[in-house]
């Protein structure tokens, strides 16, 4: 069966630097686009990056352009996420999701088929 499997968080003082990774199995991971959401407390899950199944195409949210930058090794079936300035803001429980679907201007969740448990990471102030 499919599984996605988020790694890399933790705590980190603001301006500091993390990088998330995510591994997919079981599926033909160079088909998929993968995308990094993440949902804080009694906030709404957002999503922050996607990257085209090719990896010639990326897109961001606002909140994290600039400051994250999002990759994958098809390789390696992995995807990362390279977290920099980060903020107290980004506070949140980071999650991976496999998907057919590639949107230039924004992510939608229904678009994304697998999800992985997620990862916590904590900035403090």
């Known amino acids: 069966q499919v599984q996605v499997v988020e790694s890399g968080g933790g705590l980190v003082q603001a301006g500091g630097s993390l990088r998330l990774s995510c591994t997919a199995s079981?599926?033909?991971?160079?088909?998929?686009?993968m995308g990094w959401f993440r949902q804080a407390p009694g906030k709404e899950r957002e999503g922050i990056s996607c990257?085209?199944?090719?990896?010639?195409?990326?897109y961001y949210a606002d909140s994290v352009k600039g400051r994250f930058t999002i990759s994958r090794d098809n390789a390696k079936n992995t995807v990362y996420l390279q977290m920099n300035s980060l903020k107290p803001e980004d506070t949140a429980m980071y999650y991976c999701?496999?998907?057919?679907?590639?949107?230039?201007?924004?992510?939608?969740?229904?678009?994304?088929?697998?999800w992985g448990q997620g990862t916590q990471v904590t900035v403090s102030s």
């Open positions: 999701a496999a998907g057919h679907y590639y949107r230039a201007h924004t992510m939608i969740q229904r678009d994304f088929d697998y």
């Open positions: 079981g599926l033909t991971f160079d088909d998929y686009a």
């Open positions: 990257i085209k199944w090719s990896g010639d195409a990326t």
